[in-house]
């Protein structure tokens, strides 16, 4: 019974993910007025389930981190009681930000979850330096980096445009800027799917590449069925855009995050991608960043490791009783 709830607690929180996480990719094209609202999701879809799959034989690292070991001993972090506490928590604070149309990281959420469900199990003896490191550090940074570099990539391509006076192609523009959507979804079906998968895979039945599959799907229903809100969060209230600047901010997020995955830093696709669009926006001269809903993007941040964390502590107290 505990390893069926497991599952199903893992399939929303697959769905949820879906749903925040899976039109960021294609925020741009949408936002920029490239594509259709129904054009983008149906491309993030199909380029999303395409990384899903590809973690299947890269993305090894991440299962390992994101399974607790190395934060927790291993008795606990093996105990399905403990990754069910992690799959409600996660899942549960994805979901309502998602109903508010706040895009949060995922990440962020599973890194509270763990720690929330570690400090129940194990007091203060939960690795906190191995969280700082492995964890922390890279969200921190991630969108810290974005924000200049998506500025800097636009910034150039001006500049090139300017000194050079290119005859601008509309068509091989909204091309380029469908293939980086296409990579940034790829990059976060990459990325995504392994943390999720790592919590599943202590039930015997899942290989690593039936999990891999199975995750894929939910999010891809998630992202088909729930995304709207924060579609127009990330699309419109963030910063207007043209598709100059939305091709900017897709090559820095599809960049930085395939180094995170092949280095197998956790890094938050969230965090890359509304740093560069935001980044994009500060630089422009016809468009503007919303500083007031970019803060209140970054409040939900804040907020989405100690709300994921005080649930699973919650729940994974439950669980032992």
């Not at 399939?11 to 879906?18: E, I, T, V």
């Not at 445009?161 to 790829?186: E, R």
Request: net charge positive; hydrophobic share 50%; glycine share 10%.
């Amino acid at each position: 019974m505990l390893l069926i709830s497991l599952f199903l607690a893992t399939l929303f929180l697959a769905y949820s993910n879906g749903a925040n996480d899976n039109f960021k990719g294609v925020a741009t094209l949408f936002g920029s007025r490239t594509s259709s609202y129904q054009t983008a999701i149906l491309w993030a879809t199909f380029t999303t389930f395409a990384g899903a799959i590809t973690a299947t034989f890269l993305a090894g690292v991440l299962i390992k981190n994101f399974s607790g070991k190395g934060l927790l001993p291993d008795a606990i972090a093996n105990a399905p009681e403990f990754h069910l506490a992690v799959a409600i928590a996660t899942g549960l604070t994805v979901i309502i930000a998602t109903l508010m149309g706040f895009p949060i990281s995922t990440t962020h959420s599973l890194t509270g979850a763990l720690v929330g469900a570690g400090l129940v199990a194990i007091g203060l003896q939960v690795n906190f330096a191995a969280l700082g490191t492995s964890f922390i550090l890279p969200l921190l940074l991630s969108p810290i980096i974005a924000i200049p570099l998506g500025a800097g990539i636009y910034s150039l391509s001006g500049y090139i445009n300017s000194k050079w006076h290119l005859p601008v192609n509309q068509k091989m523009i909204d091309a380029c800027h469908f293939l980086s959507a296409g990579i940034v979804s790829f990059a976060r079906g990459l990325n995504d799917t392994p943390k999720i998968v790592s919590l599943i895979l202590i039930i015997e039945y899942f290989s690593i590449q039936g999990g891999m599959i199975t995750i894929a799907i939910a999010m891809a229903l998630g992202g088909l069925l729930n995304s709207q809100k924060v579609a127009i969060t990330m699309s419109e209230k963030i910063t207007s855009m043209n598709p100059t600047q939305g091709l900017s901010a897709n090559i820095v997020t599809g960049v930085l995050v395939i180094a995170a995955t092949r280095f197998g830093l956790p890094v938050s696709t969230t965090h890359v991608s509304v740093g560069s669009i935001f980044g994009v926006g500060l630089i422009s001269k016809k468009s503007k960043s919303n500083t007031r809903v970019f803060y209140q993007i970054l409040l939900s941040w804040i907020l989405t490791l100690p709300t994921a964390a005080i649930i699973s502590a919650i729940s994974y107290r439950l669980l032992q009783g």
